[in-house]
């Protein structure tokens, strides 16, 4: 457990509150070291993975091995500055991921119909 301890063994915890973090607008160069750093004083930490695409850079994956040093970490480093940044700490919601995830898929659904009719009406001589 981390110096930051639990606050009462019976505590309840809100529903969102679980072991895997979130994390938000971090510098592009941060190592996986530097962040167990940041993180590790909160508790043990499990696990980290650090976005590495495009489109993934600046985040990360925190998981702690105990919920309430996760709920230390987020009450604590939520908008604490590294490297000139205010970092964004939230708990992992699949749903919400899922979500942003089927909403890219049809996203890409939709533009490769766009492109299908586009050639049909171009096959057809038909102008818009």
Do not use: C, W
């Not at 590495?52 to 939520?78: C, M, N, P, Q, W």
């Amino acid at each position: 457990m981390g110096e930051y301890g639990r606050k009462g063994i019976n505590s309840r915890l809100p529903p969102e509150v679980n072991r895997i973090l979130y994390v938000r607008n971090l510098p592009f160069k941060i190592s996986s070291e530097e962040l167990y750093e940041i993180f590790g004083k909160y508790g043990a930490v499990y696990q980290i993975r650090i976005g590495d695409r495009k489109d993934t850079r600046g985040t990360a994956f925190v998981i702690y091995e105990d919920i309430y040093d996760a709920k230390a970490a987020v009450d604590h480093l939520s908008g604490f500055n590294v490297g000139g940044r205010y970092l964004v700490v939230l708990y992992y919601q699949p749903a919400k991921f899922e979500k942003r995830a089927d909403a890219e898929l049809k996203q890409k659904e939709l533009e490769e119909l766009r492109k299908q009719v586009k050639a049909k009406q171009a096959e057809l001589g038909i102008e818009k």
